[in-house]
């Protein structure tokens, strides 16, 4: 089982510029969680999908953050158009079902928008 | 408003020696507790858990006690080792969604 991937592992991006983080979470994990890491807030929830359906997006910054699963096997998350303080690492995780408790992370991506 | 507060954002402690980490919460809707641990450039992996029905539970060198009243957790590390530095966040969910919030983290440094 290769894990949780996400793609890029680092991405540099100018102000005002799309851009799109992946994840592909574990075959046969019906969850998927979308979190931020950032020094001052930790690591928060941005947004989860159960089935491949958004539950819960409460923790989405704003209208410039938008998150999709079409499938079972990838996720994305898009900022249009990026400022400097979207800089942070984003990771993706999955779970079995709602009843396992613990999630598998991704390695995360680092974003960097100068 | 932080649900789960971990108030101390560092902590240093000699290896062989015991190392606490603190964690508060104050949803009293939380019934499932988790630590993770997180080395650089990786992502959090799950380390212990504890339902809020019980008030400990043990994993080798890893203990977890919980506080209902106190609303508060702390993982115990004994003996500590020098793999054992990294970041640790306290999490918690509630049995009415899957989404587990965690704290801002503890950066945990085991001293030769």
């Known amino acids: 089982d290769a894990g949780v991937i996400q793609s890029p592992r680092h991405e540099v991006t100018e102000m005002g510029q799309e851009v799109t983080l992946r994840c592909k979470p574990i075959?046969?994990?019906?969850?998927l969680f979308w979190y931020r890491q950032t020094m001052m807030r930790g690591l928060e929830l941005l947004i989860y999908?159960?089935?491949?359906?958004?539950?819960?997006d409460s923790g989405m910054p704003e209208d410039r953050f938008s998150a999709k699963m079409p499938n079972a096997s990838f996720s994305t998350l898009k900022i249009q158009p990026s400022e400097p303080r979207d800089s942070a690492v984003y990771f993706c995780?999955?779970?079995?079902?709602?009843?396992?408790?613990?999630?598998?992370f991704g390695s995360g991506t680092r974003l960097t928008v100068v | 408003d932080q649900q789960v507060k971990q108030n101390s954002p560092s902590l240093s402690v000699q290896e062989g020696r015991i190392s606490i980490l603190n964690c508060d919460y104050t949803?009293?809707?939380?019934?499932?507790f988790l630590w993770y641990k997180k080395y650089p450039a990786e992502g959090p992996t799950f380390l212990i858990s504890?339902?809020?029905?019980?008030d400990k539970n043990e994993d080798g060198r890893f203990t977890v006690f919980l506080n209902k009243s106190a609303k508060h957790l702390s993982l115990h590390i004994v003996p500590s080792q020098p793999g054992d530095s990294a970041v640790y966040f306290c999490?918690?969910?509630?049995?009415?969604?899957?989404?587990?919030?965690f704290g801002k983290g503890t950066r945990l440094h085991i001293l030769p």
């Open positions: 504890i339902s809020s029905i019980k």
């Open positions: 995780a999955s779970s079995l079902d709602s009843a396992n408790y613990g999630y598998t």
């Open positions: 949803n009293s809707m939380f019934d499932y």
């Open positions: 999490a918690a969910r509630s049995h009415r969604d899957d989404k587990i919030i």
């Open positions: 999908f159960n089935n491949n359906v958004p539950i819960d």
């Open positions: 075959s046969g994990h019906n969850s």
